[in-house]
């Protein structure tokens, strides 16, 4: 069966490391991934994307990998801080049904002071 | 205000009763979609349109109705609730679909809760 899994529920760590939330999917052709963010009671809002062609995307402490052959795409906070902590979702948009953008079961990501 | 707006924030009714969550966007996006969103399960497609009056079923399109008569609005229709579709419901616009970015904008949700 078709699916994406974000492979942790939760991740706890401490501010000023390196948060990275991962996100695998099977049987998927996808076109690119998308990754949001979302905080308790609010709609997600989109982060960055990263197409098939490439390999690595960043903005700001955020990075994003896309690796095909693993099916794998790596989601980087670094030096990442108590407000970062929120759920984290990843999204595959597929070619051959790009408006049907499926996601994953997110990851609650908590930063420590 | 520019924006996603969906009414109401919070539901209750019961079981058997039709229930219609409003979602209005101003950006005149052509693409819109509704998303439930369960404890286990993140976000599941229900249904999107394209433009006006042309609606596609997503992964769990059964139990709803959706219309689509001007571009702002995507209302959903639950025609009968049943207690499976209690949920967190969200509205999304999009300027390009999958195209493009298909970057998502996404309303604050509806709490839906059949008793």
């Known amino acids: 069966s078709q699916k994406i899994e974000q492979n942790s529920e939760a991740l706890n760590i401490q501010e000023g490391k390196t948060a990275t939330l991962t996100c695998n999917y099977t049987?998927?052709?996808?076109?690119?991934l998308q990754w949001y963010r979302q905080d308790p009671g609010r709609g997600p809002v989109f982060l960055l994307l990263?197409?098939?062609?490439?390999k690595e995307k960043r903005k700001e402490r955020l990075k994003v990998t896309f690796d095909t052959t693993l099916k794998q795409s790596l989601f980087h906070i670094t030096a990442s801080q108590p407000a970062d902590s929120a759920t984290y979702l990843c999204?595959?948009?597929?070619?051959?049904?790009?408006?049907?953008?499926?996601f994953g079961s997110g990851t609650r990501l908590s930063i420590r002071p | 205000d520019a924006g996603i707006t969906q009414s109401p924030r919070y539901k209750i009714t019961e079981t058997g009763r039709q229930v219609t969550l409003m979602c209005h966007q101003t950006w005149s996006h052509s693409y819109m979609f509704w998303y439930r969103q369960d404890l286990g399960h993140g976000l599941r497609l229900i249904y999107y349109?394209?433009?006006?009056?042309?609606?596609d079923k997503g992964e769990v399109p059964d139990g709803y109705v959706v219309s689509r008569s001007k571009t702002e609005n995507f209302p959903l229709t639950l025609e009968s609730a049943t207690r499976s579709q209690t949920s967190v419901y969200f509205c999304a616009s999009s300027s390009s679909g999958g195209g493009g970015t298909g970057e998502l904008f996404f309303g604050e949700g509806s709490r839906l809760t059949v008793l």
């Open positions: 990263i197409r098939e062609n490439e």
């Open positions: 999204a595959l948009v597929r070619r051959s049904s790009a408006s049907k953008i499926i």
């Open positions: 349109s394209a433009a006006a009056d042309i609606t």
């Open positions: 049987n998927y052709s996808p076109a690119y």
